[in-house]
């Protein structure tokens, strides 16, 4: 077996320091690792420490003239495994959501064709801030995999979100995404039909809350949401799953958001955009509590139930229909007790979607691991057997390919 290649980017944190462990844990692990320091990170952490650590040669600066009349930094950039980037400061984050390439590590990440995982390390106000938050987004949108930061006591005096996760749990990470495992095309279908398209997900469902222990939800595993992402990615698309709250594993190949309510999934689906596909499958509550309760609603004895306002939450698929950004193929999907052919055409003029793909629900669906779906497009309806939900989305990828050959 190859040992895995992992080019690590240390940032200019006071985390930093934790690179040295990080690197000691990549080559107990069996991992060849080089090393780029930017700037800042030479204050905290030596290249000759990191250089002794991975047995690799330090790199430190884009205008190494040997190197770069070479090519060095193209070099680099392409021929790890993984990129890691730990610490990510917040500086170091803003430049790599925009493109900008001012400097080895920076031009490095712009230039990798790789898999990147960053690891974000700052203050804790840096790190709630809205632009850093902005940033986060759009660099998990881009398909970089950004782990939350640790809560805790920072280096400043300061408590909260911010601290670098310990370089077990790193690497821990770092494991699982050299160990993906592949995923087996449709049967026909060429694994790369789907090469450079961005395909947009939701699955699972929202959870709407009305105290801080209760919550307004429906019902969904989003078993079926996680096998379509799992298919589209095996076909070659970069997929963003944006998942309401579930019990299951990120399929291989995908870039997973995770979010609590409609509100939150409408905004993480908008910040994914453009892409070139969206399905909707996520079953996103209609309503939520029109002001949520800031401490559990107690029973004041008199036997009569709490008066509960709802509000109206925001139509995600429709709301793409009318998107300037609109995905150039819409699927929504609906699922229905009864009428279900004749509830789904009307669900597809009424959002205005390409295809709506529903099911019937009365029966054991919600968390089992078969359906039977039928498929609302403007030039009619097509009718599937009940099969296996790995099928159904094996299928309705296929489907979705050969709307792009």
Not at 176 to 190: E, H
Not at 329 to 353: N, P, Q, W
Request: hydrophobic residues 45%.
């Amino acid at each position: 077996m190859i040992a895995p290649r992992i080019l690590l980017i240390v940032g200019g944190g006071i985390a930093a320091y934790k690179a040295c462990e990080l690197v000691r844990l990549i080559r107990k692990g069996g991992g060849s690792v080089r090393c780029v320091l930017t700037e800042g990170a030479q204050h905290f952490v030596t290249p000759m420490s990191l250089a002794a650590l991975s047995e690799q040669e330090v790199h430190t600066s884009l205008w190494d003239l040997k190197n770069e009349t070479e090519m060095g930094h193209i070099q680099l950039s392409r021929e790890a495994d993984l990129v890691v980037v730990c610490p990510a400061t917040a500086d170091l984050m803003a430049k790599m959501a925009v493109g900008i390439a001012d400097d080895l590590a920076t031009t490095l990440l712009l230039a990798t064709d790789k898999p990147v995982l960053a690891v974000p390390a700052m203050n804790v106000r840096m790190w709630l801030h809205a632009a850093t938050q902005r940033n986060v987004a759009t660099l998990r949108a881009d398909g970089v995999t950004v782990l939350d930061p640790d809560d805790g006591a920072m280096a400043c005096g300061e408590f909260g979100p911010g601290r670098l996760p310990e370089p077990p749990f790193i690497w821990g990470e770092i494991e699982k995404l050299l160990d993906r495992p592949r995923v087996i095309p449709a049967p026909g279908i060429k694994g790369g039909a789907l090469a450079g398209r961005h395909v947009l997900v939701t699955a699972g469902p929202t959870h709407e809350p009305i105290d801080p222990v209760r919550y307004i939800a429906n019902r969904s595993s989003g078993k079926q949401g996680y096998a379509i992402a799992g298919a589209l990615a095996a076909l070659g698309a970069r997929v963003t799953l944006v998942s309401g709250p579930v019990s299951l594993a990120t399929p291989a190949g995908v870039h997973r958001i995770d979010v609590e309510s409609a509100r939150e999934m409408a905004a993480a689906v908008d910040a994914a955009l453009p892409a070139d596909v969206a399905v909707m499958v996520a079953a996103v509550a209609d309503w939520r509590a029109d002001t949520a309760a800031g401490q559990k609603i107690k029973k004041d004895g008199s036997g009569a139930p709490p008066t509960l306002a709802l509000a109206e939450n925001p139509d995600i698929l429709a709301g793409l229909a009318q998107n300037a950004r609109r995905p150039r193929l819409l699927i929504g999907f609906a699922a229905e007790t009864e009428k279900v052919v004749d509830h789904a055409v009307a669900k597809r003029a009424r959002k205005d979607a390409d295809w709506i793909v529903a099911n019937d629900v009365s029966g054991d669906v919600m968390g089992g691991d078969s359906n039977s779906i039928h498929i609302v497009t403007r030039d009619g309806v097509e009718s599937w057997e009940t099969m296996p939900k790995a099928d159904v989305a094996h299928r309705l990828a296929a489907r979705i390919a050969d709307e792009f050959a």
